[in-house]
């Protein structure tokens, strides 16, 4: 069997947890998986060092363990920890930073290669499973000593450079070569099978993929694909005994409901997310509203290139008045008092506020008649965009950034007040790449 243990936890630094000055933190306190996706974030920004405020009872270990996840190499972790505020500075340190900087830059020129040659992300996925497998050879030697004098077999860089690895190698290779195409991917271990593998959402949903076990070594060339894009009950049957709480947990925080209508959006450049990524669980503001109308109406490029002489609200950013103007122009969006010159940007936008946005990105108008504000959901509903469980699942619960995504994505998908499909619409604008969008709405 070709496992190796996953010995990444050997090069933690123990830390001694001293009530040492750090300054104070303004952000809420995290979790270990909070902190994992800061040091994830901040080791793609090429930063080694945070300093976070950390909940009580928080567990280095396990936050360790979960920033591998995120952000698979071989290094370790210290930390100092003032107790009295509850913060801490957590450090990585990569075991070879110059070796990982060279994987890197493979995975990169590998990943673009590939890239334009395959056209779907499943075909892309294929081609970086049989990849590794075709440039790494199992590394016998160090599983059979089970040695971690040299690192390399446990890194991209054994898989991609060194041309030997084992599963951790294999699985670190592939989630580089996945960061590298921007296809969410992480690593996943068991101390139970001894072995690693990966987890990547594709489709719609979380699959796995264990490029280790299918590296048969098929003296015709032939690749395996046994273990590819399996279900979580799929790879079960050839993993059984492995503990999946950990993978479950980490997977339901940064892949939640409706994070599949939020990646569509992004892929079509609709969504662009912020260092902490597609937050979710957040409640939209107008401001954000605003900017999601301006690319659904396809009029982004003139938003950008806006150059009104005077801003008509005060209480704007400058990243977002460009939008705001726009549509303010054009009669899209008001403010909140035009004596004070308000838009009150930071207020929290509802369903029935934002499905009015869509529908007048569909070509309807409220101010002509066409609906009425508040009752923009039951007009969805009529106009064959929502259907009634849709706008009871909408109705039934707060609104936050994932349901955003939810009525944009099937927003994309209805008909415009002429007949096209949205989509088709805004490809023709030049807003979007249609093809790419049927293929992702799957029209």
Request: aromatic residues 12%.
């Amino acid at each position: 069997m070709k496992t190796a243990k996953r010995l990444s936890c050997l090069l933690i630094l123990f830390a001694v947890l001293l009530a040492v000055p750090v300054a104070a933190q303004d952000a809420q306190p995290v979790d270990e998986i909070g902190a994992a996706r800061l040091l994830a974030s901040a080791l793609e920004q090429g930063e080694t060092s945070l300093t976070i405020s950390v909940t009580d009872g928080f567990d280095y270990e396990l936050c360790l363990e979960y920033t591998h996840m995120l952000y698979p190499e071989y290094y370790g972790m210290r930390w100092t920890q003032d107790v009295h505020r509850q913060t801490a500075t957590i450090t990585i340190t990569l075991a070879e930073p110059e070796k990982y900087e060279l994987a890197w830059q493979e995975a990169q020129r590998v990943a673009a290669g590939l890239q334009g040659m395959y056209s779907s992300e499943t075909e892309l996925l294929r081609a970086f499973h049989d990849y590794i497998i075709r440039c790494c050879e199992y590394d016998y030697n160090t599983f059979l000593n089970l040695s971690i004098s040299q690192p390399e077999p446990f890194t991209a860089y054994g898989a991609l450079l060194g041309g030997k690895a084992v599963c951790d190698g294999y699985s670190s290779a592939f989630a580089m070569l996945c960061r590298a195409a921007d296809i969410p991917c992480i690593y996943v271990s068991s101390s139970e099978l001894n072995h690693s593998w990966n987890a990547v959402f594709t489709g719609g949903q979380v699959l796995f993929v264990d490029v280790t076990y299918d590296d048969n070594d098929d003296p015709a060339g032939i690749v395996n694909a046994d273990h590819f894009l399996k279900t979580k009950e799929e790879f079960l049957a050839t993993h059984a005994g492995w503990d999946t709480s950990l993978c479950d947990r980490l997977t339901a925080a940064i892949w939640p409901e409706n994070y599949g209508a939020a990646r569509i959006l992004y892929q079509l450049g609709l969504l662009r997310g912020s260092e902490k990524g597609f937050e979710l669980e957040r409640q939209p503001r107008r401001d954000e509203a605003a900017v999601m109308l301006t690319r659904f109406l396809g009029l982004e490029s003139q938003a950008l290139s806006w150059t009104g002489e005077q801003a008509p609200f005060d209480d704007v950013s400058a990243y977002y008045q460009p939008y705001i103007a726009l549509l303010y122009e054009r009669g899209l969006t008001t403010g909140t008092s035009a004596a004070a010159r308000t838009y009150e940007p930071a207020l929290a936008v509802t369903a029935q506020q934002y499905m009015t946005f869509m529908l007048r990105g569909l070509g309807y108008s409220d101010a002509q008649g066409d609906f009425v504000w508040s009752d923009a959901l039951s007009k969805a509903v009529e106009l064959g965009i929502l259907t009634q469980d849709e706008a009871a699942y909408v109705q039934g619960r707060t609104f936050d950034r994932g349901m955003m995504a939810f009525l944009s994505v099937k927003t994309l998908s209805a008909r415009t007040k002429t007949g096209d499909a949205l989509y088709e619409q805004l490809g023709g604008a030049g807003a979007l790449d249609a093809a790419l969008a049927a293929e992702l709405l799957q029209k």
